[in-house]
């Protein structure tokens, strides 16, 4: 095979991998990097903030076929943090989460669908206390680059609201808000 | 209305009218031939506790129940039936010991079912249960032995004592849900004191002891396995319920009835406060500004 050959025979090859569709990448959930916050009103006045400090779960993504990608999250309800000990108790006692019948909260996507080149919507559902709700929500790619072990990570948020009664948590209503709004920043490697 | 107040109607004040409008109708308390007890008192009980549960924590979503606090709707209804048989067998004890053995078996393994392989992994987990149950039963025997031993205003008073100061004991262990339950309980058996006072040898009977001993053992044993409240809180509150004994002190047989009830009461409170007052402080000390 003479060297013209030779590089019409490579020049092809790598123009159909280039053509191939990428393979949907996955990645792990980087905890030390996820915010998980929610946000409710107390006494119909002000909102107070609070946080799960255990987030862990899978992203996949695919950037060619958006419908194949998935997200899988799950979240220790015995890790939420509001800066008050007491009160922490107290949201993982029955009256809130039940944290010892109820240890998880998980979200599971069933579809993928791209809005626009940093916009896609995820539908799924999620499960607070044994109650599992369907939820939709519009989620915003923040970036793309290298941690510093090398590593290639990607990061997105989403914000949606959700009413507490629907999954059952209903204690103090109406003077702890039924509607609280959540907020989830992810990073992402592989 | 402001929160607290609101709170109160809903879980106390309306609960306890519910039970003792059904009770005054049940005894026909404003006719001169009518009854000392009834069968329908764990009903009105049952009726006035499942409305505050309702107000406090709303219905239960699903059945078959899942979640601890819709156990305790479920529970209350099936406390209601069990005070009616109760009622009519109540001479009948070793069927009353049996049945609760059974309800109390049979209803603690059907609510720590999934905290057992999870929370409590291996032997761990039937000796929970096992223990949890068995206190349950003891406490529940106990308060119908007592009552059946000491009929009148002692029993149904120093329960509804205990369920109120449990209330504030169960508050200040990081429940409020549980603590306004257990409120409600006072609620209703307190309701049934001033028919017990009016009625001539007026007095709640078998059935309505099932009922609130029943629930608040119940109470208790959720406390302990999902809030949890430490154990020695509750068995304080146990003891503390079983001051009608007083009664039976031979010194104090003699004595008018109401210096019995007047004892019961102060030796209650007494031994309330003695649960109460260290679950406060340990509550303040680490609550800082909370206060819910």
Same mark, same amino acid.
């Given at each position: 095979?003479?060297?013209?050959?030779?590089?019409?025979?490579?020049?092809?090859?790598?123009?159909?991998?280039?053509?191939?569709?990428?393979?949907?990448?996955?990645?792990?959930?980087?905890?030390?990097?996820?915010?998980?916050?929610?946000?409710?009103?107390?006494?119909?006045?002000?909102?107070?903030?609070?946080?799960?400090?255990?987030?862990?779960?899978?992203?996949?993504?695919?950037?060619?076929?958006?419908?194949?990608?998935?997200?899988?999250?799950?979240?220790?309800?015995?890790?939420?943090?509001?800066?008050?000990?007491?009160?922490?108790?107290?949201?993982?006692?029955?009256?809130?989460?039940?944290?010892?019948?109820?240890?998880?909260?998980?979200?599971?996507?069933?579809?993928?669908?791209?809005?626009?080149?940093?916009?896609?919507?995820?539908?799924?559902?999620?499960?607070?206390?044994?109650?599992?709700?369907?939820?939709?929500?519009?989620?915003?790619?923040?970036?793309?680059?290298?941690?510093?072990?090398?590593?290639?990570?990607?990061?997105?948020?989403?914000?949606?609201?959700?009413?507490?009664?629907?999954?059952?948590?209903?204690?103090?209503?109406?003077?702890?808000?039924?509607?609280?709004?959540?907020?989830?920043?992810?990073?992402?490697?592989? | 209305?402001?929160? %607290?107040?609101?709170?109160?109607?809903?879980?106390?004040?309306?609960?306890?009218?519910?039970?003792?409008?059904?009770?005054?109708?049940?005894?026909?308390?404003?006719?001169?031939?009518?009854?000392?007890?009834?069968?329908?008192?764990?009903?009105?009980?049952?009726?006035?506790?499942?409305?505050?549960?309702?107000?406090?924590?709303?219905?239960?979503?699903?059945?078959?129940?899942?979640?601890? &606090?819709?156990?305790?709707?479920?529970?209350?209804?099936?406390?209601?039936?069990?005070?009616?048989?109760?009622?009519?067998?109540?001479?009948?004890?070793?069927?009353?010991?049996?049945?609760?053995?059974?309800?109390?078996?049979?209803?603690?393994?059907?609510?720590?079912?999934? %905290?057992?392989?999870?929370?409590?992994?291996?032997?761990?987990?039937?000796?929970?249960?096992?223990?949890?149950?068995?206190?349950?039963?003891?406490?529940?025997?106990?308060?119908?032995?007592?009552?059946?031993?000491?009929?009148?205003?002692?029993?149904?008073?120093?329960?509804?004592?205990?369920?109120?100061?449990?209330?504030?004991?169960?508050?200040?262990?990081?429940?409020?849900?549980?603590?306004?339950?257990?409120?409600?309980?006072?609620?209703?058996?307190?309701?049934?004191?001033?028919?017990?006072?009016?009625?001539?040898?007026?007095?709640?009977?078998?059935?309505?002891?099932?009922?609130?001993?029943?629930?608040?053992?119940?109470?208790?044993? &959720?406390?302990?396995?999902?809030?949890?409240?430490?154990?020695?809180?509750?068995?304080?509150?146990?003891?503390?319920?079983?001051?009608?004994?007083?009664? %039976?002190?031979?010194?104090?047989?003699?004595?008018?009835?109401?210096?019995?009830?007047?004892?019961?009461?102060?030796?209650?409170?007494?031994?309330?406060?003695?649960?109460?007052?260290?679950?406060?402080?340990?509550?303040?000390?680490?609550?800082?500004?909370?206060?819910?």
């Amino acid at each position: 095979m003479n060297t013209r050959w030779k590089f019409f025979v490579l020049a092809t090859a790598a123009l159909l991998v280039w053509m191939l569709p990428v393979a949907a990448q996955t990645y792990q959930i980087d905890p030390v990097h996820t915010s998980l916050v929610f946000r409710v009103k107390h006494m119909n006045t002000a909102y107070v903030y609070g946080m799960f400090r255990e987030v862990k779960g899978t992203v996949i993504v695919d950037e060619a076929n958006p419908a194949r990608s998935s997200i899988n999250i799950e979240v220790n309800a015995d890790s939420v943090f509001t800066a008050n000990e007491q009160r922490d108790n107290h949201l993982r006692s029955p009256d809130f989460f039940n944290t010892r019948q109820f240890p998880t909260i998980t979200f599971r996507s069933t579809e993928v669908r791209r809005v626009n080149a940093n916009t896609v919507q995820v539908r799924g559902n999620l499960t607070i206390r044994g109650i599992t709700r369907p939820l939709t929500t519009s989620v915003t790619l923040t970036g793309k680059g290298k941690n510093p072990r090398g590593q290639d990570i990607i990061g997105f948020e989403t914000t949606f609201t959700i009413r507490r009664s629907e999954f059952g948590i209903r204690y103090g209503l109406p003077g702890l808000g039924d509607e609280v709004r959540v907020t989830l920043s992810v990073e992402a490697g592989r | 209305m402001d929160f %607290l107040a609101q709170q109160l109607l809903w879980g106390a004040v309306l609960p306890a009218s519910i039970t003792l409008t059904v009770l005054v109708a049940s005894w026909r308390a404003w006719r001169r031939d009518g009854v000392s007890t009834h069968w329908g008192t764990p009903l009105a009980l049952s009726l006035g506790y499942l409305f505050a549960h309702w107000r406090i924590v709303g219905l239960p979503l699903r059945f078959p129940p899942v979640d601890s &606090n819709e156990w305790l709707f479920a529970v209350a209804i099936a406390l209601g039936f069990w005070g009616v048989i109760e009622h009519f067998a109540c001479r009948q004890s070793l069927l009353g010991e049996a049945g609760r053995a059974v309800l109390a078996v049979t209803i603690s393994w059907l609510v720590l079912r999934p %905290l057992m392989g999870t929370l409590w992994q291996g032997m761990s987990a039937y000796i929970w249960w096992l223990l949890l149950a068995l206190g349950w039963w003891l406490w529940w025997s106990l308060q119908a032995r007592i009552a059946s031993s000491i009929p009148g205003l002692p029993a149904p008073l120093v329960l509804s004592m205990v369920a109120g100061g449990g209330g504030f004991v169960l508050l200040w262990s990081n429940s409020s849900s549980l603590s306004q339950l257990s409120g409600a309980v006072a609620a209703v058996a307190g309701a049934t004191v001033p028919l017990v006072l009016w009625r001539r040898e007026g007095n709640i009977g078998a059935g309505g002891v099932a009922f609130i001993a029943g629930l608040l053992g119940f109470i208790w044993v &959720n406390a302990i396995a999902f809030v949890p409240v430490p154990v020695w809180r509750i068995a304080m509150l146990a003891v503390a319920s079983l001051t009608p004994c007083v009664a %039976l002190l031979p010194a104090l047989k003699q004595k008018p009835g109401w210096n019995i009830v007047v004892m019961c009461a102060i030796a209650t409170a007494i031994l309330l406060s003695a649960v109460m007052v260290p679950t406060y402080r340990a509550y303040v000390a680490s609550a800082g500004a909370y206060g819910y």
